[in-house]
C-alpha cells in the first residue's frame, strides 16, 4: 500500500513538471499555424514613393507561384525639363494604371505571394495640367496663349524584387523595375514648347502635339496586409 502510494504521488509529479513543456509545445503549434493562416493569397498596398501621386494596388494568387497585381493612383503633380538635375515641378491632375504578372520562385511560399519575384509591368497615364502652364512658367508675355496640355503614357517595365511577411498580416515588399514610356503630349498652338519642356526624346513633333520615348526606372516600395 506503501509503495502504491509512492508510485502515486511519482506519477503526479512527473506529470506537474511536463505541465509547461506540453503548454509550451501546444503555444509554438498555435504559432506555426497562425504564421500559415496569416500568409493569404490577396494583398492590398500603398506605395509611399510615387512621387507626385498617391499610389494604392491589390494583388492576388492565380496559381501557385503566379500572381496579378492591379494598381491605380491619383496624379496631382508634373515634371518638366530644367536647367538643374532636378526637374520643374507643376500642378496637373490625372490617373496612372499598371498592371503586372509575377513568377515566384520561392518553393517554400507556394500559393501565397511571398519570396522573390519577377515579371512585366505595363502602365497607362493621363494627365491634364492647368491652364497656362506654359505661359506662366516659360512663355513669352506678349504671345498667343496656348491651348491646355493633355497627355497620354504608355509604359512597358520588366520588374525584379520581394515581399516578405512583417507580422500579423503585414507585409513588404521591394522591387524595382527598368523599361521604356511613350508620351503623346497635346496642346493647342504649343509648338516648340512641347519638345522645349516635356522629358524624354521627340519621335514627332507638330504644332499642336508631339509624341516622346523616354527610360522608365522606378524603385518601388510598399506596405501592405495580407487577407
Known amino acids: 500500500m506503501r509503495k502504491s502510494k509512492y508510485v502515486f ?3 503526479w509529479l512527473v506529470l506537474l513538471l511536463a505541465l509547461p513543456f ?8 498555435s504559432d506555426t499555424t497562425y504564421t500559415t493562416d496569416i500568409a493569404q493569397q490577396r494583398i492590398i498596398k500603398l506605395h509611399p514613393l510615387q512621387i507626385g501621386e498617391v499610389y494604392f494596388s491589390y494583388e492576388k494568387m492565380r496559381t501557385e507561384r503566379i500572381s496579378n497585381e492591379f494598381g491605380i493612383s491619383y496624379v496631382y503633380r508634373g515634371y518638366f525639363k530644367s536647367d538643374d538635375f532636378l526637374p ?13 504578372q ?5 518553393k517554400k511560399h507556394d500559393g501565397v505571394p511571398l519570396g522573390f519575384f519577377h515579371g512585366p509591368l505595363f502602365g497607362y497615364r493621363f494627365m491634364v495640367f492647368e491652364e497656362g502652364v506654359f505661359n506662366t512658367a516659360f512663355e513669352d508675355p506678349g504671345s498667343s496663349t496656348v491651348g491646355r496640355l493633355y497627355q497620354n503614357s504608355l509604359e512597358l517595365n520588366y520588374q525584379l524584387g520581394s515581399q516578405f511577411m512583417l507580422g500579423k498580416g503585414f507585409t513588404m515588399e521591394v522591387s524595382a523595375a527598368l523599361g521604356a514610356r511613350l508620351k503623346v503630349a497635346m496642346a493647342k498652338g504649343a509648338d516648340d514648347l512641347l519638345t522645349e519642356n516635356i522629358i524624354g526624346h521627340a519621335l514627332v513633333a507638330e504644332r499642336n502635339s508631339a509624341i516622346f520615348i523616354v ?13
Do not use: C, E, W
Not at 22 to 29: I, V, Y
Open 9 to 11: 504521488g511519482i506519477t
Open 22 to 29: 506540453t503548454q509550451a509545445f501546444a503555444q509554438d503549434a
Open 88 to 100: 520643374d515641378d507643376v500642378k496637373a491632375g490625372g490617373v496612372h494604371m499598371r498592371m503586372s
Open 102 to 106: 509575377r513568377y515566384y520562385t520561392s
Open 215 to 227: 527610360p522608365s526606372p522606378q524603385l518601388n516600395i510598399s506596405a501592405g496586409y495580407s487577407f
